[in-house]
């Protein structure tokens, strides 16, 4: 699991307020959401969340984490989102082709095509 999910997952425990129910909310194994917890506290080398059998609470360094988690989330989702196609085709085209198959063939093609893409 990459260490996006892992925040996310992370984050989803502090929404849900237990493993399992943000495993529900994901529709994943228990095991998976703790398994990301684990490896979030091996690679940082604190305890983030204090376990019972009753409740879950999150550390000083674990609140530390999940304030920094909604951040590194946000941005990435933001980051992500600005490269999905949102139908918009801009830049250069370049071609090369014969002068009279340019002219015949491709001419009556790219003005379409630009017609319905002017920004290109």
Known sequence: MDRIDALRLLLDVAAAGSFSGAARQRGLAT????????????????TLI??????????????????D???????????????????VLSGDIRLT???????SQLRPLLDDFQSRHPAL
């Not at 082709?97 to 002219?103: L, Q």
């Open 31 to 46: 095991s998976t959401v703790a398994q990301a917890v684990d490896q979030l506290e091996a690679e940082s080398g604190v």
């Open 50 to 67: 204090t376990r019972s059998t009753r409740r879950l609470v999150f550390t000083r360094e674990g609140e530390t984490l999940l304030s």
């Open 69 to 87: 988690a909604r951040r590194i989330v946000s941005d990435w989702d933001a980051a992500i989102s600005a490269f999905k196609d949102d139908g």
């Open 97 to 103: 082709a014969t002068n009279d198959f340019g002219r």
